[in-house]
């Protein structure tokens, strides 16, 4: 059962093995982007049956996934809503979730 957050505070609620240093170090820098946004968002985290770990984003206020993240055998596998294309690499987790927010009309530079 995936465990939700409100995206506020969310961060020291995350427990991923998957996730490097650096990963949670642009999840947090993900945070702070969304909190400027003055809407709700919030976190969704849990392991697939394959054993993988994910983190999906959602707007509540339109029920939406807007990223969702997925370590997959030492890859981190980001997607975003509406679904143009997902992206994936070893380490570059920012720069895929500031693709990922951009194309969701989310300005990410903080």
Avoid at 1 to 9: D, V, Y
Avoid at 64 to 75: F, K, Q, S
Avoid at 94 to 110: F, P, T, W
């Amino acid at each position: 059962m995936p465990r939700k957050f409100t995206i506020e505070g969310c961060m020291s609620n995350l427990r991923l093995k998957s996730a490097g240093k650096q990963d949670l170090t642009d999840l947090a820098w993900l945070e702070k982007v969304l909190n400027r946004l003055g809407r709700r968002f919030e976190m969704s985290s849990s392991v697939s049956e394959d054993g993988s770990e994910w983190v999906a984003v959602i707007d509540v206020e339109f029920a939406e996934t807007i990223v969702h993240i997925a370590w997959i055998d030492g890859v981190v596998h980001v997607a975003s809503s509406p679904l143009r294309a997902a992206s994936r690499g070893p380490r570059r987790l920012r720069s895929l979730l500031k693709h990922a927010l951009e194309e969701n009309g989310i300005n990410a530079n903080v």
